[in-house]
Structure formats: C-alpha cells, structure tokens
C-alpha cells in the first residue's frame, strides 16, 4: 500500500497528488468494508481499523490483533512485525487519513449536510431536527456526542447512500476547531444555537467563544450557505451577516415565531402561525429548551416537512444521557441535567427550577470545568444568584465551589455528597441535580 515514508517529500503539490494515489486505493476498499473501528476491543469481522494514536494509547500496537480478530485491513502509521502488506495501508498520519477519507466521502454525496454547533443544547436540538427530518427523509446523525476530530469524520463515513440528508454535530474547545471541521464536512446549512460562556479557557474569553463559533458562519458565507438564526439574539443577528441565505425563528420578528405555553413539568410551545397557533407539548423539562424547539420547527419548515409531522415527532422525543430529564425516585421529581455545565447553561437551569411551582426544592450543584482564569469569578457569580432564591437546601461539589466562602453545604466529591444524600429522607421534593462532566453528578443517583 502506499506510504509517504518511502517516498521524499516535494511540497504540497507532492502531498496533493499523494492523497488523491491514497484515496484511489482505500476509497474502493471502505465502500466495500463501509464499517470502520478505531477500537479493538468493539471490533467485528470485516472492520477497517484505523490505528489512532493518543497521549495514552497507540493504537498501531493493536494491528495484528486487529487483523487476528477479523479485520479486513488495518490503516497503521507505524509498521509492526508480521503484517501482512496485501491487507495493510501503511500511511503518514492515520487521523489525517481517516479526515481525508470522511471529506472524500462527503464529496461524493449529493445532499444537505447541516452542521450545529454552539455553547449549549447542541445535542438536544440535534435529536430534535434529527427527529424531525426523519418524519420524511432517510436521515444521518451524529450518534450521542461523537462532535470532535475523530467523531466528526466517522459520522460522515457512516453515511450510507440512500443518505437524503445529514445532521452533523461539532464541538469545540478552542479556535479554528470548527473551521478544521468544515474542511471535510463541507456543511451546506448551519445552526449555532448560542454562544455562552463554556470553554473559556481553550477559546481564551468570551470573544474567543464567539469568534471560534462563528468559524460555521464564516465557512456557510464563503460558500453560499444556509444559516438558521435564532433572532432573539443579538449577537447571531451581527454574527450572520452576509450568508446569503437565512431562516430565522425565535418568539417575535422571526420567519418561525413561537413562546412558552407552559413550563411545568414539561415545556410546551405555541408555535404562531398566519392562521392561528399549534401547542407542541414535548417531553423536556425546563423553558430554556424553547430555542431548541423552535430551531427543530424551523428546519421542518424549511424542508417542506408538514406541522402535523413536525409537532409528532418534537412531541414523541424523550431526552436520554442525562439531558434535561424528568426522573422519579422516592416521590421526589428530579431534573437531571447533569451531561454538562458552564455559567450560561447553569445560570438558564438555576433560574428555571427557581420558578418552579413546588414546595420543597434542592439544589445539587457540581464544579463547571474549562473556565480558566475565569473560573473563581465565575462560581462565585453563581453563589451570588443560589443566594437570591429561597431553597429547602443547597449542595455544592468539588472544584472552585470548595474553594470559594459560602453559606451552603459542600462536599469536595461526589462520594461524598452522596453518602450525605442517602441519609436524608426527602419526600415529595423537587431537585435540580447539574454539573460538569468530568463532576459526574448523575451518580447521586446510583
């Protein structure tokens, strides 16, 4: 198979033609293998594996067994005794090859892909367009939150050809990471839900954030795209200016207009038509979730996709993986929005559940990650608004919410704070229960 360590370099040109000699030769052997795996361990007879490399891993290690356990070939960047060349693609950089191989892909499919990204709700408002979409059209997403720099090129290569459209998802931690994925993605139309303070740290301040999110609007400008906008913001007015194509929704001087009908216990939405209004009563708790929604509304719409469909479809959803869930135990109801958390999300979900109508609440509270500098200011602005709200108790875990003076119960992990949990004897309350990922707040649920 071809490899660029046995042959000089001669510049880009070089590397161009040596990518198109690459591609001949594996594109024909993924359309017959279209399966591909990147672990071992989930392997099954007739993968391409392609050996990843990390920090903590080299994937290059695992070949043989790769090929002992049924693999059809093994795409390495390292070569290990015994391979066998007629079943080995010896390359320079096996991610590169993988993305190479993902915007191949997507150059020979002759459909919409639309790419979503921002701070908060991407994956729910994925679900909920992927739901939509799949009322009419056969319909590729991104499976649960496989957004980075490996997820993104296997969602793409996991594209079939009776493909009509594709929702892709992409999450960033720092600058020109959205920009790298529309190299290969190629997006026809975009979605940015919001941009809110998550990740300060890699993207280096809140203009960071919005300057890296709007990579997905500078690539849909240069190339005559489609951007949904949620209107109600300000700054995606700014930050759209100049795609040459727009869709618009939020609750007033939108294409799709809708609002709050009811926030308790699941949100439901009027969605405000010429000829009068169509209440969606979907299964998410929390009246943040109405951009989500109406986002779901406006990519219906815009596909030709009939409201009775639309509304069924956002209706039948039920959040899973800890994303806005409505969960019981014990006659308590508990919000579970515990996948993730920054200042903007926690601040949208602390204010919710403040007006909620119920007796007694609690508020369970993990650290948020990735702040930075910013990061002390930050839990500190959000003890400031905990303290604003009448509570029946408050708990704050790890991070910088050990470190910071506050008159509320804190535990530094979640071990802990659930040993102190199961002692209570809560009944008929309600809890928020939220955090960063790497807090892993869902296990006070354990």
């Given at each position: 198979m071809v490899s660029r360590k046995a042959i000089p370099i001669f510049g880009m040109a070089f590397l161009l033609v040596l990518r198109i000699m690459q591609m001949d030769l594996l594109y024909p052997v993924y359309k017959e293998n279209p399966s591909i795996q990147t672990d071992?361990?989930?392997?099954?007879?007739?993968?391409?594996?392609?050996?990843?490399?990390?920090?903590?891993?080299?994937?290059?290690?695992?070949?043989?067994?790769?090929?002992?356990?049924?693999?059809?070939?093994?795409?390495?960047?390292?070569?290990?005794?015994?391979?066998?060349?007629?079943?080995?693609?010896?390359?320079?950089d096996v991610l590169d090859t993988l993305q190479q191989l993902a915007l191949y892909h997507r150059q020979q499919l002759g459909i919409p892909v639309l790419a979503i990204t921002g701070s908060n709700g991407k994956t729910?408002?994925?679900?909920?367009?992927?739901?939509?979409?799949?009322?009419?059209?056969?319909?590729?997403?991104?499976?649960?939150?496989?957004n980075n720099h490996?997820?993104?090129p296997l969602t793409l290569l996991s594209i079939r050809e009776d493909a009509q459209i594709a929702v892709i998802e992409m999450g960033a931690n720092h600058?020109?990471?959205?920009?790298?994925?529309?190299?290969?993605?190629l997006p026809t139309h975009g979605?940015?839900?919001?941009?809110?303070k998550a990740h300060l740290e890699g993207f280096g301040g809140p203009e960071g954030v919005r300057k890296g999110k709007g990579e997905l609007y500078d690539f849909l400008r240069a190339h005559e795209g489609t951007a949904f906008v949620m209107w109600d913001y300000d700054y995606l007015r700014e930050m759209s200016r100049g795609i040459p194509h727009l869709v618009t929704y939020g609750s007033s001087e939108a294409d799709i207009q809708g609002r709050v009908h009811q926030g308790e216990p699941f949100l439901e939405v009027d969605i405000l038509q010429a000829a009068g209004k169509k209440t969606i009563h979907t299964q998410l708790v929390g009246s943040y979730n109405l951009p989500n929604v109406l986002a779901a509304v406006a990519v219906g719409r815009y596909f030709k996709i009939p409201d009775d469909k639309i509304g069924l479809a956002i209706e039948s959803y039920v959040p899973s993986n800890s994303r806005s869930q409505l969960v019981e135990k014990k006659s308590n109801h508990i919000i579970l929005d515990a996948y993730n958390a920054n200042p903007s999300s926690m601040k949208a979900a602390i204010e919710n559940f403040a007006a909620l109508q119920a007796g007694q609440k609690i508020l369970l509270l993990g650290a948020m990650a990735e702040l930075g500098e910013d990061s002390l200011a930050e839990h500190e602005s959000m003890v400031r608004l905990i303290a604003r709200y009448p509570w029946t108790e408050v708990v704050l875990v790890g991070g910088d919410f050990m470190r910071i003076p506050h008159p509320f119960k804190r535990f530094a992990t979640v071990t802990e704070a659930k040993a102190w949990l199961d002692q209570q004897d809560f009944r008929g309350s309600y809890w928020l229960i939220k955090g960063s990922r790497s807090m892993q707040m869902e296990k006070l649920l354990g």
């Open positions: 071992t361990r989930k392997l099954q007879p007739g993968d391409l594996y392609f050996a990843l490399k990390g920090p903590r891993f080299n994937g290059n290690l695992f070949a043989m067994q790769a090929l002992e356990k049924g693999a059809a070939y093994v795409v390495v960047d390292e070569w290990q005794q015994g391979l066998p060349p007629s079943r080995t693609f010896l390359v320079e729910t408002t994925k679900e909920l367009i992927h739901a939509v979409l799949s009322t009419t059209y056969t319909t590729y997403t991104t499976v649960g939150n496989l490996i997820g993104i600058q020109k990471e959205i920009e790298g994925y529309c190299r290969y993605a979605l940015i839900t919001n941009v809110g």
